[in-house]
């Protein structure tokens, strides 16, 4: 009808005619990417869908958390880690086969009266836990796989965001937008390593950016072919959907490109345990001039299997990732970092405000800094052992610093961390 009018006018103005070619031509237009864009929306909706099929593995029970997590406990034969297809009939190690000597010399030493003994535990607890012969996963839901730019880039870091403390270009260590504040050995065959690490709820700027403090196990050249297993706690928005400070695993054997992911959100890390689950929410936390926690995590290499078993405190032996994951690290690391790491999207053209540790710098101390203690590696004898020649590194030591110490208490220990955007670092 529109066109049938639109016509008429044509024999009365000059030049109608192409106005109603355009009018149709525009209408056609939209009718097509309004086609287009409804197809988009159905085809990522079934993308989503299917994804969640795939990695919420059917429950034997599911433990609604206060934070709003939900717990899925899945039979331990069941999880996703057996997606992958190496893993078909891979027969379960529920426990390693050597645990590295020296893993409880901590609990000799002596314990300053300041530090705190409360132990620190996940929020689902309060609600429940999973029987045995299950794991607890947290479930993914619709929203967690929406807020990243792709369903094949959920639950993946980004590339490059390793800290390469030989490099002296600070561009290139800068290119990601990662920035850390570390100590770290090199130079040895590396076969483990431990930390006790301050547990903290820094302020993140963006939702798109984190603020994560673990240790990394290295091995490879940092180009495409760097082999990583990393073990921690962060607060990454885009990725659970709130400011939680909550216990992650991430691992990789091509430098982040397609292989590995965060806690158990891809095939690859078995657990055995029935008490943590990756993901989840740590608490409670520490807090400024008050009661300070922290969590032990040690990862090491089982000398008669050779998988990398990970261990969370003195009682939680959590599970491990298999060798044939690996290149380098089925051998051994050549590296281990400690330490903090943040993503600076420059916001406002801005530095970001978003904190590392505590968001004090090193120099402010016990109660108000963030720190690691009692640092070790685990040597080619599965014998703990305090490092040698420790370095440190940070891009940005305005924004964020580490600084190290030594004593019999904290044995070899740093404080790191930092505000980020501050009157010295813009």
């Given at each position: 009808m529109?066109?049938?009018?639109?016509?008429?006018?044509?024999?009365k103005?000059?030049?109608?005619?192409?106005?109603?070619?355009?009018l149709?031509?525009?209408?056609?237009?939209?009718?097509?990417?309004?086609?287009?864009?409804?197809?988009?929306?159905s085809r990522?909706?079934?993308?989503v869908?299917k994804h969640?099929?795939r990695?919420?593995?059917?429950?034997?029970?599911?433990i609604?958390?206060?934070?709003?997590?939900i717990?899925?406990?899945?039979?331990?034969?069941?999880?996703?880690?057996?997606?992958h297809?190496?893993?078909?009939?891979?027969?379960?190690?529920?426990?390693?086969?050597?645990?590295?000597?020296?893993?409880?010399?901590?609990?000799?030493?002596?314990t300053?009266?300041?530090?705190?003994?409360?132990?620190?535990?996940?929020?689902?607890?309060?609600?429940?836990?999973?029987?045995?012969?299950?794991?607890?996963?947290?479930?993914t839901?619709?929203?967690d796989?929406?807020?990243?730019?792709?369903v094949?880039k959920y639950?993946?870091?980004k590339?490059?965001?390793?800290?390469k403390p030989?490099s002296?270009?600070?561009?290139?260590?800068?290119?990601?937008?990662?920035?850390?504040?570390i100590?770290y050995?090199?130079?040895?065959?590396?076969?483990?390593?431990k930390?006790?690490?301050?547990?903290?709820e820094?302020?993140?700027?963006?939702s798109?950016?984190?603020s994560?403090?673990?240790?990394?196990?290295?091995?490879?050249s940092?180009?495409q072919d760097?082999?990583?297993?990393e073990a921690?706690?962060?607060?990454?928005?885009?990725?659970?959907?709130d400011?939680?400070?909550?216990?992650f695993?991430?691992?990789?054997?091509d430098?982040y490109?397609?292989?590995?992911?965060?806690?158990l959100?891809?095939?690859?890390?078995?657990?055995?345990?029935?008490a943590?689950?990756?993901?989840?929410?740590i608490s409670?936390?520490?807090?400024?001039r008050?009661?300070?926690y922290?969590?032990?995590?040690?990862?090491?290499?089982?000398?008669?299997?050779g998988?990398?078993?990970m261990?969370?405190?003195?009682?939680?032996v959590?599970g491990?990732?298999?060798s044939?994951?690996?290149?380098y690290?089925?051998?051994?690391?050549?590296?281990?970092?400690?330490?903090?790491?943040v993503?600076?999207?420059?916001?406002?053209?801005k530095h970001?405000?978003?904190?590392?540790?505590?968001?004090?710098?090193?120099e402010?101390?016990?109660?108000?800094?963030s720190?690691?203690?009692?640092?070790?590696?685990?040597?080619?004898?599965?014998?703990?052992?305090?490092?040698?020649?420790?370095?440190?590194?940070?891009?940005?030591?305005n924004?964020y610093?580490v600084q190290?110490?030594?004593?019999?208490?904290?044995?070899?220990?740093?404080?790191?961390?930092?505000?980020?955007?501050?009157p010295?670092?813009?």
């Amino acid at each position: 009808m529109a066109v049938a009018v639109q016509f008429s006018c044509f024999k009365k103005k000059k030049g109608a005619y192409l106005v109603v070619f355009m009018l149709v031509y525009l209408w056609g237009s939209l009718i097509s990417l309004s086609c287009a864009a409804r197809l988009s929306v159905s085809r990522q909706k079934l993308e989503v869908e299917k994804h969640l099929k795939r990695v919420n593995k059917p429950p034997i029970k599911s433990i609604e958390s206060v934070d709003g997590d939900i717990i899925d406990c899945i039979h331990i034969s069941q999880q996703p880690a057996f997606d992958h297809p190496f893993l078909k009939d891979h027969k379960i190690q529920m426990r390693p086969s050597y645990h590295p000597e020296g893993l409880y010399d901590e609990e000799k030493m002596s314990t300053r009266s300041k530090e705190s003994t409360n132990p620190i535990t996940q929020l689902w607890h309060m609600n429940g836990r999973c029987p045995e012969d299950t794991i607890p996963v947290r479930r993914t839901k619709k929203d967690d796989v929406l807020r990243a730019s792709s369903v094949k880039k959920y639950g993946k870091k980004k590339p490059k965001g390793i800290a390469k403390p030989r490099s002296t270009d600070p561009d290139l260590t800068n290119e990601s937008g990662h920035q850390h504040a570390i100590a770290y050995v090199e130079g040895d065959r590396y076969y483990g390593a431990k930390a006790t690490i301050n547990v903290w709820e820094p302020k993140v700027q963006q939702s798109n950016e984190f603020s994560l403090s673990q240790l990394w196990i290295l091995g490879g050249s940092f180009g495409q072919d760097l082999n990583s297993i990393e073990a921690g706690w962060q607060v990454s928005p885009d990725l659970y959907g709130d400011n939680n400070t909550r216990l992650f695993t991430y691992w990789t054997s091509d430098a982040y490109q397609a292989t590995g992911c965060y806690n158990l959100l891809c095939s690859g890390f078995i657990q055995v345990s029935s008490a943590i689950a990756m993901g989840a929410s740590i608490s409670p936390v520490s807090a400024l001039r008050n009661s300070q926690y922290d969590i032990s995590i040690l990862i090491w290499k089982d000398p008669k299997e050779g998988h990398w078993w990970m261990q969370f405190g003195n009682d939680y032996v959590l599970g491990y990732w298999p060798s044939f994951l690996f290149s380098y690290l089925a051998e051994s690391a050549s590296m281990i970092e400690w330490g903090g790491e943040v993503v600076n999207s420059h916001p406002d053209g801005k530095h970001t405000a978003t904190q590392m540790g505590s968001g004090r710098f090193p120099e402010e101390g016990f109660g108000k800094s963030s720190y690691f203690r009692n640092i070790q590696v685990v040597d080619s004898s599965n014998n703990l052992k305090s490092p040698k020649d420790l370095g440190t590194f940070t891009e940005q030591s305005n924004c964020y610093d580490v600084q190290t110490g030594s004593n019999e208490d904290w044995g070899h220990h740093f404080y790191y961390g930092g505000p980020g955007r501050n009157p010295n670092c813009q």
